[in-house]
C-alpha cells in the first residue's frame, strides 16, 4: 500500500465532512491508500456526519478510543498505518483536489524520508466562495537534507505537519512519535524529523487548505499556564536533540537558533496572556527543570538575562515588559 492518510477526529462536526470528502477528490486508486479515522472520543456529532461516507468506501478504517489528545490519536494512527507513506492533515482543513498524486508519485519514485509541500490560506467564507479548484503551479522539487529544510523552508513557529508526506519506515526506525497530551506536540516532531532525514523534498506543489480564524476548540482556547507549562515540554525535547552527538554541527545549530525563537515567544506569551507573576514564573523554572542547560549566552545582554532568569525571575519579567514597552512606544 502506498500512502495511509491519518485523520483525528475532535469536535469537528462542522468541518470534518468536507475534509474526508477532500480525501476522495484526489483522483488516486481506492486500492493504494488507506484512510485511518480516529475517534478521538468526540461528543459531538463528528462521526455522525461523516457516516455515509464510511459506509461507501473500503479503504476507510476507523478507530475509536476516550478523550486522549492528538499526539495519542495521531500515534494510534501511525501504529495502525500499512502505507509506505503517511499524511496527517488537521480534520478541520481540507485538501485541494488532485494535488496528492504527484506528491505521491515523487516520494514513491524518490524514497525521500519527507516531503513538505505549500499550502494556501482562506476563511470559511473563502472556501465556501470558491467555484472550482485552485490553479496548480507547474510543481518544482528540491532535494536537501532535512535540516537545510529546517532552516530554509520552514518558517518559524509553523511547523506544522499536516501539509507533509512522511515515509513510515522512517519514522519507524528513529521511533519519532508525538509527545503525548501537551499542545505544541508538532514542534519537537518537526524538528527531529528534520535533524534524522538524510533525504527531504521541499516543492513549490500546493496541498492542504487552511481554515483562517474559524471557531474551531483550538482558536477558542486563550493561552493559559497549562499551555504555557505544555510548550516548556515541547522546547526541552526539541532543545534535547542538540545533544545528538550524531548531527553535523550545523544542524545542531539550527536547532539551537530555533530553540532561542520558541523561548522569546513563551515569553512573549507569558507577559502578554498569563496576568499572575506566580504563574509566571512557575512557567519559567519548569522550563529550565526541564533543560537545565539551556542557554544563550552569546552577548551580554543574553547573560544578563539568563542570570536573571534563574536567580530573580520577577525581575527578569519586569524588564522584559519595560523592554517590549519602549520597543512598542519609543522605537516603533
Known amino acids: 500500500m502506498d500512502l495511509s492518510i491519518v485523520i483525528p477526529v475532535f469536535q469537528v462536526e462542522k468541518y470534518i465532512r468536507s475534509c474526508i470528502e ?15 479515522i480516529v475517534d478521538d472520543g468526540t461528543k459531538d456529532r463528528s462521526m455522525d456526519v461523516i457516516a455515509d461516507i464510511i459506509e461507501q468506501h473500503t479503504n476507510i478504517t476507523v478507530i475509536h478510543q476516550e478523550n486522549q489528545g492528538l499526539s495519542v490519536a495521531r500515534n494510534v494512527g501511525i501504529a495502525h498505518a500499512k502505507g509506505e507513506y ?23 519514485n524518490t524514497k525521500a524520508d519527507m516531503i513538505r509541500a505549500n499550502f494556501l490560506i482562506m476563511s470559511n467564507q473563502e472556501i465556501e466562495d470558491q467555484c472550482q479548484s485552485p490553479t496548480l503551479p507547474q510543481p518544482e522539487f528540491i532535494e536537501k537534507e532535512g535540516w537545510t529544510l529546517l532552516r530554509d523552508d520552514i518558517k518559524l513557529y509553523q511547523f506544522y505537519v499536516w501539509n507533509t508526506l512522511f515515509r513510515r519506515s522512517f519514522l519507524q526506525d528513529n521511533n519519532i512519535l508525538f509527545i503525548p497530551g501537551i499542545a505544541f506536540q508538532d514542534v519537537p516532531f518537526i524538528h527531529e524529523c ?10 513549490t506543489c500546493l496541498l492542504n487548505i487552511y481554515r483562517r480564524g474559524h471557531d474551531s476548540v483550538s482558536s477558542l482556547q486563550m493561552f493559559t499556564k497549562k499551555k504555557g507549562l505544555d510548550f516548556c515540554i515541547a522546547i526541552a525535547a526539541t ?17 539551537k537558533k530555533n530553540v532561542y525563537y520558541l523561548k522569546f515567544n513563551l515569553l512573549y506569551r507569558l507577559l502578554h496572556h498569563i496576568d499572575r507573576m506566580d504563574d509566571r514564573v512557575e512557567v519559567l ?8 542547560d539551556l542557554q544563550f549566552t552569546d552577548t ?33
Not at 22 to 36: P, T
Not at 194 to 203: E, M
Open 194 to 203: 528534520c535533524v534524522k532525514s538524510k533525504k527531504a523534498i521541499k516543492t
Open 22 to 36: 477532500s480525501i476522495f477528490q484526489q483522483g488516486l486508486d481506492e486500492g493504494c491508500y488507506e484512510v485511518i
Open 285 to 292: 523554572n519548569y522550563l529550565y527543570q526541564l533543560a537545565p
Open 239 to 255: 532543545w534535547e536533540l542538540t545533544h545528538d552527538k550524531t548531527l553535523l554541527p550545523e544542524a545542531s545549530q539550527c536547532v
Open 300 to 332: 551580554i545582554a543574553q547573560r544578563t538575562g539568563r542570570y536573571l532568569a534563574h536567580k530573580a525571575p520577577r525581575i527578569y519579567f519586569h524588564m522584559l515588559s519595560l523592554r517590549w514597552w519602549l520597543n512598542r512606544h519609543l522605537f516603533a
Open 86 to 108: 503517511i499524511l496527517m492533515p488537521d480534520s478541520d482543513d481540507l485538501l485541494i483536489e488532485n494535488s496528492l498524486p504527484v506528491l505521491l508519485k515523487k516520494a514513491l
